[in-house]
């Protein structure tokens, strides 16, 4: 069974523009969530989505935004880059939250 | 409120010692703890996991105790062993008010070093 795929695994961006990662879940999985990692933050929660619905979402501003679709794959926006967004972005899927949620790799944004 | 905590930060042990880490959580509707585990450079990986109805899941040298009342839970690893050497988050669902749905709050995470 495939593991959990995100795209790109590294990105460099300046500040003010806007980035679109990617995720794909195990398939079967319908809920997909994001974190956001840096150094001594631990993962902070982004949002969850479930059926193209999203559920639930952590304290971060309306810069952050995502999607999903009907196959369940998951894309997170982020406008009007800052420095401070600089981080590990990682998705997890699950069959539902309540349960192990599996992590993608990872997309390492660098923002100059 | 929706925190966790996690103590300590950083913790050193011998070989084949115990490592005990400690986590609080502040939402008392809270029902799901799960451990993962960070290799450097790798993703998170599930360890092991509790629901509120047990107090104790043990897994071979892996073991979590939960606390219901005192809000605390914490991951007991035996006969610690050199690849048991990674960060270690501690999470708690906190529900969505009015809602059925949970969001998933990690802890800071604590990186354990195993000294051969």
């Known amino acids: 069974k495939a593991g959990v795929t995100q795209t790109p695994r590294y990105l460099i961006k300046t500040r003010g523009q806007q980035v679109t990662l990617s995720c794909s879940p195990i398939s079967g999985h319908r809920s997909v969530s994001w974190y956001q990692q840096t150094p001594g933050q631990g993962l902070q929660f982004l949002f969850e989505y479930f059926s193209e619905t999203q559920r639930n979402k952590g304290n971060f501003p309306g810069r952050f935004s995502g999607r999903q679709f009907s196959n369940s794959r998951s894309e997170m926006n982020v406008s009007t880059l800052e420095l401070g967004d600089s981080a590990l972005y990682l998705c997890a899927s699950s069959r539902g939250l309540l349960n192990e949620q599996f992590f993608g790799p990872g997309t390492r944004l660098t923002v100059l | ?116």
């Open chain 2, 1 to 116: 409120g929706e925190n966790v905590e996690q103590h300590p930060s950083t913790l050193s042990v011998q070989e084949g010692d115990s490592a005990v880490i400690k986590c609080t959580y502040s939402d008392s509707a809270s029902n799901y703890f799960p451990w993962y585990k960070q290799e450097l450079g790798k993703r998170p990986q599930l360890i092991i996991d509790i629901r509120s109805n047990v107090g104790e899941k043990k897994d071979q040298r892996i073991a979590v105790t939960l606390n219901k009342t005192a809000k605390h839970f914490s991951l007991h690893i035996t006969e610690t062993q050199p690849e048991d050497s990674a960060v270690y988050f501690c999470a708690a669902s906190v529900p969505l008010m009015k809602t059925s749905y949970d969001k998933v709050i990690f802890g800071p995470g604590t990186s354990l070093s195993v000294i051969p």
